[in-house]
């Protein structure tokens, strides 16, 4: 079989790029473009490509455009909002993402952020390094998991993960989602179907793992947040678009809700005059929940392992829909 090439248009650090190659079958071929290349060595390289991997570098539309026999654009996250997935629709070219490769490592953070917020994590913190001792503890503003309702916005391959997490907290698990699970995935993973509002209005934590489309772009807003408990918290380790920042300022301001945990921002990086990163009850990461060591050999394996699939004959796993399309 003829060596098949693979480019790979990438904002990865040179260990990690080794890593990501280290994993390609023997008589692939990969073409490694960092940042630094250009407009047209990426035109030019994509031409004879058979297939494209993406990771921190997204191709442009003359690039696609220039993928003259290209079968796949294999993405390594799990997010795709940034593809033109209409101009790869036209010229019959699929894009699968990481089929779920991070998905536990997003899963962890959002717990994560879950715990700092009712535990008080950078409070304690502080206090402690400073001598303070257990000065912001006051034994009504920390909690508990158990028997919380988690709401979750959004039940693909990160979402299923969450609701296995919180339920070895003993956290009860509803979720709403635009395409709800069958009855026997939902039995399985023990998780109630519920309607949009009632999701805000019943939930102590809403945590948002939904793609960014055009269906939910903001769905968090000012209308959903005034549904939400004064007690409740906002977890989105998803894509910060998917909340209308300007609206959870407000409630966070005015105390329509207790606290919000953010790896994503409308803007990323996130200005460091954003008000968000000013308040108490805002626990803030900059966009590394997917981001693991142990992320890299799956993300890797699963896409090389789709590009064989389709010189096997057979059809690529984790193909993205265009829902914006629909």
């Known amino acids: 079989m003829a060596s098949t090439k693979v480019v790979f248009l990438t904002g990865l650090k040179e260990a990690l790029i080794e890593e990501v190659v280290s994993y390609s079958p023997p008589d692939y071929e990969v073409v490694v473009l960092d940042k630094s290349s250009t407009e047209e060595q990426?035109?030019?390289?994509?031409?004879?490509a058979d297939f494209l991997l993406c990771y921190g570098q997204d191709p442009s539309d003359e690039v696609i455009k220039s993928l003259e026999k290209c079968r796949l654009v294999q993405l390594?996250?799990?997010?795709?909002?940034?593809?033109?997935?209409?101009?790869?629709?036209?010229?019959?070219?699929?894009?699968?993402n990481n089929g779920g490769a991070n998905s536990w490592a997003v899963a962890d953070q959002a717990v994560l952020l879950m715990?700092?917020?009712?535990?008080?994590?950078?409070?304690?913190?502080?206090?402690?390094?400073?001598g303070r001792w257990a000065e912001p503890i006051t034994g009504q503003?920390?909690?508990?998991?158990?028997?919380?309702?988690?709401?979750?916005?959004?039940?693909?391959?990160?979402?299923?993960?969450?609701?296995?997490?919180?339920?070895?907290?003993?956290?009860?698990?509803?979720?709403?989602?635009?395409?709800?699970?069958?009855?026997?995935?939902?039995?399985?993973?023990?998780v109630t179907y519920v309607s949009l509002e009632e999701l805000f209005s019943t939930s102590?934590?809403?945590?948002?793992h939904t793609p960014l489309t055009n269906d939910t772009k903001h769905i968090v807003n000012s209308n959903t947040l005034s549904l939400m408990k004064p007690t409740a918290i906002l977890i989105n380790t998803s894509r910060g678009p998917v909340v209308d920042e300007e609206a959870l300022i407000s409630a966070l301001q005015s105390g329509v809700?207790?606290?919000?945990?953010?790896?994503?921002?409308?803007?990323?990086?996130v200005s460091p005059d954003n008000p968000l990163l000013k308040m108490d009850n805002v626990v803030a990461t900059p966009h590394m929940a997917g981001t693991t060591w142990d992320t890299w050999a799956r993300?890797?394996?699963?896409?090389?392992?789709?590009?064989?699939?389709?010189?096997?004959?057979?059809?690529?796993?984790?193909?993205?829909?265009n829902f914006d399309s629909v």
Request: net charge negative; hydrophobic share 40%; charged share 30%.
């Open 42 to 48: 990426r035109i030019n390289e994509v031409r004879d």
């Open 76 to 96: 390594l996250a799990a997010g795709y909002d940034r593809m033109n997935l209409d101009l790869l629709a036209e010229l019959e070219i699929p894009c699968a």
């Open 115 to 130: 715990l700092a917020i009712y535990k008080q994590l950078l409070a304690s913190d502080n206090s402690t390094r400073e």
């Open 141 to 190: 503003n920390t909690f508990e998991m158990a028997d919380k309702k988690v709401g979750i916005l959004g039940i693909g391959n990160i979402g299923r993960q969450v609701a296995k997490r919180v339920q070895g907290f003993d956290a009860k698990v509803q979720y709403f989602d635009l395409y709800p699970l069958d009855e026997r995935t939902a039995e399985e993973l023990n």
């Open 204 to 208: 102590d934590i809403i945590s948002c």
């Open 257 to 269: 809700i207790a606290a919000a945990g953010l790896d994503v921002f409308e803007k990323e990086p």
């Open 299 to 321: 993300r890797a394996n699963f896409g090389f392992e789709n590009m064989e699939r389709i010189r096997n004959g057979e059809a690529p796993q984790a193909v993205v829909k």
